[in-house]
């Protein structure tokens, strides 16, 4: 089955960053067998044709890091001081359980699609019914249970994680939209053993890697002290520095990691919002960006972020980063949009699967009206995106060949349902967050 997009403006996020005024994307099967300009005599006789009423055809947004299981706690002890251990720790052992996980990332998975998200990659425990959720809701995934050095929601033991990821690995081996990987949670949070456990691993299982690195100042400090390192050195020491990983913040780095980063190959998952939020400073993504460092955005969980959309981070991301280098021409929308896109495909290392408008790729497109009141005149389709536009300005979302929104309609979630399953959850938090 054949599906043409027709009548819009075509952002195609390929190498040269072709734009089609007057453009088309066909899709074969799960795939993209044509993008280009517009010619009707192209179009195969048993298409499904998608109309899309003069609005922007582009990638689908990629969310590089995230953490979906934690949005029924959304809003909960926001601006709280040490957050992480006093409060947030200690909360997912109390309330994290498989159930929970399932319907808090249906939930966010709505939101996700909403916002033309088609590809996420999330760390969390219970990671197996992120996959559910995701498979579900017709969304590529690359998903790693957290490793942890204390017990947590998914293990009595410590480390727990390694054991669940080899069954999740088994379940969910040859799934086309989920790929399952490691996810040690931190330098600080695992011990050098097991560092060195995950890279190899890794290897032996040929499977990515997900963490979290140089994200806060205790890290730093920890690492300096145990190692006489810093938190990139210590990831390099152990092996784990390789094109499987995919690292989220390295905020607190310097020259020197961000050459031991570009020479290795890792993939940096760059979260802004969520990291000015905790009052964090900038981690320094345009140098990486410029020096060739494969570099997507991420939204962190909703916990932190708060939301889970990726359009609400374009302008952030091209603001900050003036603010930052004191000037306006540093990180323009194309570059940012790349970032969002091919650029997330990167830092996941999946872009020769998708990322950009190209034949061969994974037919993972998105359609954004132009019709909202900021989204005109455009000018610049690029600034469009990045100034003006909104998660409701996504019309339609098609993931791997398949139609997953269409005018705003989800097609394989039902958004009433999950949220009403959801807010019984929410009664029994807040009922138990009363003695807590
Ligand atoms: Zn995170």
Request: aromatic share 8%; net charge negative; proline share 6%.
């Amino acid at each position: 089955m054949n599906m043409v997009i027709r009548n819009g403006v075509v952002l195609s996020m390929d190498s040269n960053k072709t734009v089609y005024k007057k453009g088309m994307v066909i899709i074969t099967g799960d795939t993209i067998s044509y993008t280009g300009r517009e010619e009707s005599s192209m179009i195969p006789r048993t298409s499904e044709i998608v109309d899309a009423k003069g609005g922007i055809i582009m990638p689908g947004l990629i969310n590089t890091h995230t953490h979906i299981g934690m949005s029924l706690f959304r809003t909960l002890a926001d601006d709280t001081a040490d957050r992480l251990k006093k409060y947030l720790f200690p909360l997912e052992k109390k309330f994290v359980t498989p159930a929970l996980v399932y319907q808090a990332s249906l939930y966010s998975l709505t939101e996700m699609i909403e916002g033309g998200t088609t590809t996420f990659a999330d760390m969390y425990y219970f990671e197996e019914k992120v996959a559910d959720a995701a498979v579900k809701a017709g969304i590529r995934g690359i998903l790693g249970e957290s490793i942890l050095n204390f017990p947590a929601p998914d293990s009595k033991e410590p480390y727990g994680g390694f054991v669940y990821t080899e069954k999740f690995m088994d379940s969910y081996s040859g799934n086309p939209l989920i790929t399952p990987a490691l996810a040690p949670h931190a330098p600080y949070s695992l011990d050098y053993n097991n560092l060195k456990k995950t890279a190899e691993l890794a290897e032996k299982w040929n499977i990515p890697v997900l963490s979290h690195l140089a994200e806060t100042p205790f890290e730093t400090k920890q690492i300096a002290d145990e190692f006489g390192l810093s938190p990139v050195q210590l990831y390099s020491r152990a092996g784990l520095l390789t094109p499987r990983l995919t690292a989220a913040h390295c905020i607190y780095i310097d020259d020197h990691d961000i050459d031991l980063i570009k020479h290795s190959g890792t993939g940096v998952a760059h979260n802004v919002a969520a990291n000015l939020k905790s009052g964090r400073p900038i981690s320094p993504a345009l140098k990486m960006f410029d020096k060739g460092i494969p570099i997507g955005l991420g939204t962190d969980g909703p916990m932190s972020g708060n939301t889970v959309d990726i359009i609400n981070l374009l302008g952030y991301t091209a603001k900050i980063h003036k603010l930052d280098n004191a000037d306006r021409t540093v990180m323009p929308p194309e570059k940012v949009l790349e970032m969002a896109t091919i650029g997330g495909a990167r830092a996941l290392h999946i872009d020769d699967k998708t990322g950009s408008l190209e034949a061969g790729k994974k037919a993972d497109i998105i359609i954004v009206s132009t019709d909202s009141t900021p989204m005109f005149p455009i000018y610049d389709y690029y600034s469009a995106m990045v100034y003006c536009a909104s998660p409701r300005d996504v019309n339609t979302v098609i993931i791997n060949g398949k139609m997953i929104m269409q005018e705003r309609e989800l097609t394989t979630l039902n958004k009433n349902e999950i949220k009403t399953e959801a807010a019984k959850m929410v009664v029994k938090i807040k009922k138990q967050l009363e003695d807590y």
